[in-house]
T-cell receptor, first 111, second 112 residues
């Protein structure tokens, strides 16, 4: 069946370093992915999205890379800050619009 | 704040009671989604509406669950005869067509 999964459940980085969060998906027909950030006690917050006609997309301090050959995407956060500490989810935005989430990676930023 | 609003934020109830949650989406969004999230997991899709029409329901949505969006604006999610396994965070999201969904901060349900 469809699934979107993450390689690592936790990631600890030093403040100022770059963070890379990985995500694998199984459905080769998937063509639209979204990264969400979820802080404790809050709902997921949209970070950035990418469609399958792109390999890379950049936002403010974030970059998403999509490798369709190996069905893998990653979220890179530049100059990680304490406020980036949260759980990060990749999600497939299906044709019908519903989201299929992975399990999440908890990012911890050490000062 | 013009984001997605959910009420209540927390609900504690005894097993067997009925509960109802409300979601107010972003005003111009025609789609509204409900998800359930348990600790350490990603949100799981329950159901969604386009305007007032409920277009899809997950198999997770047992017959004890019902959702409505009567005027195509706010939505309610009702759980009848609550069970321990219903304890979770219930998240609402809205979007304009298939644009990225924006989430509310959820209703945390605890069943005693």
């Amino acid at each position: 069946g469809e699934s979107v999964g993450l390689h690592l459940p936790t990631l600890s980085v030093q403040e100022g370093d770059n963070s890379i969060i990985n995500c694998a998906y199984s459905n080769s027909a998937s063509d639209y992915f979204i990264w969400y950030k979820q802080e404790s006690g809050k709902g997921p917050q949209f970070i950035i999205d990418i469609r399958s006609n792109m390999d890379k997309r950049q936002g403010q301090r974030v970059t998403v890379l999509l490798n369709k050959t190996v069905k893998h995407l990653s979220l890179q956060i530049a100059a990680t800050q304490p406020g980036d500490s949260a759980v990060y989810f990749c999600a497939e935005n299906t044709l019908r619009g519903k989201l299929i989430f992975g399990q999440g990676t908890e990012l911890s930023v050490k000062p | 704040d013009t984001g997605v609003s959910q009420d209540p934020r927390h609900k504690i109830t005894k097993r067997g009671q009925n509960v109802t949650f409300r979601c107010d989406p972003i005003s111009e969004h025609n789609r509204l989604y409900w998800y359930r999230q348990t600790l350490g997991q990603g949100p799981e899709f329950l159901t969604y509406f386009q305007n007032e029409a409920q277009l899809e329901k997950s198999r997770l949505l047992s017959d004890r669950f019902s959702a409505e969006r009567p005027k195509g604006s706010f939505s309610t999610l009702e759980i009848q005869r609550t069970e321990q396994g219903d304890s979770a965070m219930y998240l609402c999201a809205s979007s304009l067509d298939v644009q990225p969904q924006h989430f509310g901060d959820g209703t945390r349900l605890s069943i005693l």
